[in-house]
């Protein structure tokens, strides 16, 4: 996976690519759907959601330029593996998932493989986590309409970074904020922010 889908696409974050060949893919898939873990695409997991291809996860990751000190936010915890990536790359992570039974199974996985640095709340992200903040970066894994929601911005160091898909009447970019600027890159596919 790492070799295939991610350096030969184009992430050269070695942090990242270190994370993402050490954190086991697997355990964050129900056993049924296990092998379809390293696959080249998302994985659905329970509630209808869904865990972010491989490239999609490194590409994100990448984008916050993680140097090891920072307390990370990321809004949609999902399965889990998300936040396990990040906690490899970073001193702390706050993951926020609204779906109570999602947000159990990943702490519990976690925990199980050590990633003590990780905590998981259950709630709306949209709000952030005023407790924490300000953040070193921030990843939202669903897609937000027209622009990530006011309160992360808010949240977020001078200088750091906000990676969040956002959909528009162009159609749906991931989109890097930082500094009062936002930048579109790719073209992605998540699963929609619910606020409230
Ligand atoms: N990072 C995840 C991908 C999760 S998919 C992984 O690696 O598996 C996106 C998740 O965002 C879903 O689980 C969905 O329930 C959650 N979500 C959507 N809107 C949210 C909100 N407002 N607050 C918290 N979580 C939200």
Do not use: K
Not at 85 to 113: F, G
Not at 176 to 181: C, E, N, P, Q, V
Request: some cysteine; overall charge negative; charged content about 25%.
């Amino acid at each position: 996976m790492v070799e295939r889908q991610l350096r030969r696409r184009g992430i050269s974050d070695e942090r990242v690519l270190e994370a993402m060949g050490e954190v086991p893919r697997e355990r964050f898939l129900d056993p049924d759907l296990r092998g379809d873990a390293y696959r080249d695409g998302a994985v659905t997991i329970a509630e209808g959601q869904t865990m972010s291809q491989p490239w999609v996860v490194a590409r994100m990751t990448s984008l916050l330029e993680l140097r090891g000190h920072e307390r990370v936010l990321e809004v949609g915890t999902g399965s889990g593996y998300g936040a396990a990536v990040l906690s490899r790359c970073c001193q702390e992570v706050v993951t926020i998932e609204r779906h109570a039974v999602l947000a159990e199974r990943a702490a519990a996985v976690l925990a199980e493989l050590g990633y003590a640095n990780v905590e998981v709340r259950t709630g709306d992200g949209t709000a952030g986590a005023p407790d924490r903040a300000p953040f070193g970066g921030e990843l939202v894994t669903a897609v937000a309409e027209e622009r990530p929601p006011p309160a992360l911005i808010e949240q977020l160091e001078p200088g750091a970074a906000l990676v969040c898909p956002v959909r528009d009447a162009e159609g749906e970019f991931l989109t890097l904020y930082r500094d009062g600027t936002a930048e579109r890159l790719a073209a992605v596919r998540f699963v929609p922010l619910v606020s409230g």
